[in-house]
């Protein structure tokens, strides 16, 4: 009898690592994932990039997208893909960690990755109601075609003036710099 009382006591040991896993969505389960959530009746609002430093730009960015449809699911480019496109120096910050930052939001619904340096592949696979963009890149984006074409649109979202990944990095070299 004690010994099914202290079972029913124990808990699993829970990890910030686990927890976060559990808005996870592997790639090769986007397909099968997407449909079961359409035939819930919800919509699925997609956002991709990298959101290597986390700021408030970026925030305001991800919450906007999850306003726009029932699901939000944000897509991270791979480390690999970040240095084909942005820098050798980038990511500042590993995928395995933006994916834990990104799923400690409470308004993203799922996080997933994709190693290609546009996210093409990933939204013909996903399908989403409604794909989220920055004004910079407006709405004749490359993502555009491939939304559209399978019955989505494209929502821009403005940005917050003064907020880039790339300005953060540029202070912190200045300030290393006045100090040496």
């Given at each position: 009898m004690m010994r099914c009382i202290k079972l029913l006591f124990q808990k699993e040991k829970r990890t910030w690592e686990k927890e976060s896993k559990k808005k996870f969505l592997d790639r090769n389960d986007l397909s099968s994932f997407c449909k079961k959530i359409r035939e819930e009746q919800k919509t699925i609002a997609t956002l991709n990039g990298s959101f290597d430093l986390l700021h408030a730009g970026h925030l305001h960015m991800i919450y906007e997208a999850s306003l726009v449809a029932d699901v939000l699911i944000v897509a991270l480019n791979s480390d690999s893909?970040?240095?084909?496109?942005?820098?050798?120096?980038?990511?500042?910050?590993?995928?395995?960690?933006?994916?834990?930052?990104?799923?400690?939001?409470?308004?993203?619904?799922?996080?997933?990755?994709?190693?290609?340096?546009?996210?093409?592949?990933?939204?013909?696979q996903i399908k989403p109601n409604v794909h989220v963009n920055g004004s910079e890149y407006g709405s004749e984006c490359i993502e555009k075609e491939i939304v559209e074409k399978n019955g989505g649109k494209i929502?821009?979202?403005?940005l917050v003036g003064g907020l880039s990944t790339t300005q953060t990095i540029e202070k912190i070299i200045d300030a290393y710099h006045c100090t040496t």
């Open positions: 893909s970040i240095k084909k496109y942005k820098s050798n120096k980038r990511p500042i910050i590993c995928l395995p960690f933006r994916m834990q930052m990104m799923a400690a939001l409470s308004f993203v619904d799922y996080v997933t990755s994709f190693e290609e340096t546009d996210p093409i592949s990933i939204l013909s929502h821009i979202v403005n």
